[in-house]
């Protein structure tokens, strides 16, 4: 079983959502523009998921449109403010310095492209992610759109809405409100308040991905990013994901219906679970954010002189799925900005893991998660760096590399049969080797040779000939390996593709013994 923590990058698909969904591709296919009884089926569910969607969104008179999620929703909104500031005395667009991308991208993009050329300024925030008011006030004035979340995907700070309202009170500016990681997590009663434009996004909250919602306040601009054939009362051409919208709308069944979703207070419990288990596996972790004044299903840290590359790959090694921030910028290895903006020190932003679950979480994989993190806390300890030999920069190989060959997982049963005399080479991090293997490795001996030892051993390996295959979590070192030693003439040098990672289940721990 994954022990999947990273819900604020997307959550799996509610049981009810994916039937929902596929009732919608199956039976109920039909084109909700259609005047016949298939087209009023497909209609009469559209319609039901937006009337449940204002209700629980409190959302009045405002206009709730269906998108395919918050990236959309988010131009639509920039769109539809710039457009309307044409021409205008504003002067600058303000966004909160911790935003998600799309938001500053958005208004970088449209302010260009609509040649408004305003002055785009981000909002600093405190250090505990908090935007800084005084610097609102002092801007505001002059602004024509206010951009701030309602809690961010990293720190999962809570936002002052009220306080950033009040402050907006006298300005004419629109106001944005990235609802994102709120949505299920947060009332929000949109009429109640002066937000023009709040984005939503399905996958987020256990609804497929590809649908989301945008809200638009009675009376605040808008302009359509989609001309066409006039879906959504002209408001976003195109055919609705109807798929996408059935599944949304079980998601949202079941948050009004509840009993489906957790309260703040027993997400608050689970949260300091999993932090006990961090804390008991990585002595010396200090958390990024403070939990108050943050969202009960986000815990954000770092360990010093442990690098966030190094705690994922472990817990993923672990079977514990997290991530360094925000998903997006999970293949770079910069420093967060959101924890750059809160002044935090580098070592801290740079750092920086992020576990999150979602509101439906179950308690046993809270329970089986804290297990499994105390056990690569153990594998740290026991088999980390300190304990050499590491290799902190696999790419770093000397020598030619030639062409290895590949073995993808569907096709290992058989080639570990048809090749009898193979080695079977682990390149993964020694912390990583006391964590699961594969069942179809179950009882095979295995080397383990981490990258900058490889020269070590392939000279036995050239004399042998035997076939050799190299493993490792993704596939991107054993491909090096396998390379490397194909380069030194190796002709039975394989490469397991896309690693351990594409295998299904992993076992409990391999025995050390079979270990040489
Ligand atoms: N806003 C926030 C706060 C997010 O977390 C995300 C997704 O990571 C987005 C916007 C973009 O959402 P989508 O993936 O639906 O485009």
Same mark, same amino acid.
């Given at each position: ?40 089926? #497909?209609?009469? +569910?559209? $319609? !039901? *998921?937006? @009337?449940?969607?204002?209700?629980? %969104?409190?959302?009045?008179?405002? =206009? ?108 004419? #500016?629109?106001? +944005?409100? $990235? !609802? *994102?990681? @709120?949505?299920?997590?947060?009332? %929000?009663?949109?009429?109640?308040? =002066? ?322």
């Amino acid at each position: 079983m994954d022990i999947y923590l990273d819900a604020n990058a997307t959550t799996p698909v509610l049981p009810a959502a994916a039937r929902a969904a596929q009732q919608a591709m199956g039976d109920d296919f039909g084109n909700p523009s259609s005047v016949h009884s298939t087209g009023l089926k #497909a209609r009469a +569910l559209i $319609d !039901g *998921v937006r @009337a449940r969607a204002a209700r629980l %969104l409190d959302a009045g008179s405002g =206009r709730l449109l269906f998108t395919s999620g918050a990236t959309e929703g988010i131009q639509t909104a920039v769109l539809s403010a710039l457009v309307a500031l044409r021409g205008g005395s504003a002067r600058a667009l303000l966004y909160g310095a911790t935003e998600h991308k799309a938001v500053p991208e958005a208004l970088r993009h449209w302010n260009s492209l609509l040649g408004l050329n305003l002055e785009i300024l981000a909002i600093p925030v405190d250090a505990l992610g908090r935007h800084d008011l005084d610097f609102l006030r002092q801007h505001a004035p002059q602004a024509g759109l206010v951009c701030t979340m309602a809690a961010n995907n990293e720190t999962g700070v809570i936002s002052d809405l009220a306080g950033i309202a009040a402050v907006l009170a006298d300005s004419p #500016a629109l106001w +944005l409100v $990235d !609802g *994102v990681q @709120a949505l299920g997590k947060l009332p %929000l009663k949109l009429s109640q308040t =002066r937000i023009d434009y709040a984005p939503f996004s399905g996958h987020k909250l256990y609804a497929p991905k590809g649908v989301g919602l945008l809200y638009v306040r009675d009376g605040a601009p808008f302009t359509p990013l989609m001309a066409g054939g006039g879906q959504e009362g002209a408001l976003r051409s195109g055919t609705e994901n109807m798929a996408g919208i059935a599944g949304l709308g079980a998601v949202l069944q079941a948050l009004e219906e509840g009993g489906t979703f957790r309260s703040h207070a027993e997400l608050s419990v689970m949260r300091q679970q999993l932090l006990a288990a961090l804390k008991d596996a990585l002595p010396g972790l200090v958390l990024n954010v403070a939990l108050d004044g943050s969202l009960p299903t986000t815990l954000n840290f770092a360990v010093p002189d442990v690098p966030s590359r190094l705690l994922q790959d472990l817990f993923d090694a672990g079977g514990v799925r997290v991530s360094g921030g925000s998903a997006c910028s999970a293949a770079k290895a910069a420093p967060s900005f959101v924890l750059e903006a809160m002044g935090l020190p580098e070592w801290q932003a740079a750092g920086a893991v992020r576990l999150s679950i979602g509101p439906a979480t179950d308690a046993a994989l809270v329970d089986e998660g804290c297990t499994r993190i105390r056990a690569c806390g153990e594998a740290l300890r026991r088999h980390g760096p300190q304990h050499g030999p590491w290799c902190e920069d696999p790419g770093a190989m000397n020598g030619d590399l030639g062409d290895c060959r590949i073995v993808i997982g569907s096709q290992l049963p058989d080639f570990l049969k048809l090749h009898d005399d193979l080695v079977l080479i682990d390149v993964r991090e020694p912390y990583e080797h006391a964590l699961p293997l594969p069942p179809v490795f179950a009882s095979m001996q295995v080397q383990a040779v981490p990258m900058n030892c490889l020269g070590t051993s392939a000279q036995a390996w050239l004399n042998e000939g035997r076939p050799l295959l190299f493993f490792c979590r993704s596939g991107n070192r054993s491909r090096q390996a396998a390379q490397a030693l194909a380069g030194m003439g190796h002709d039975q040098s394989w490469t397991l593709a896309g690693g351990l990672a594409l295998l299904p289940e992993l076992e409990a721990a391999p025995d050390p013994a079979l270990y040489v």
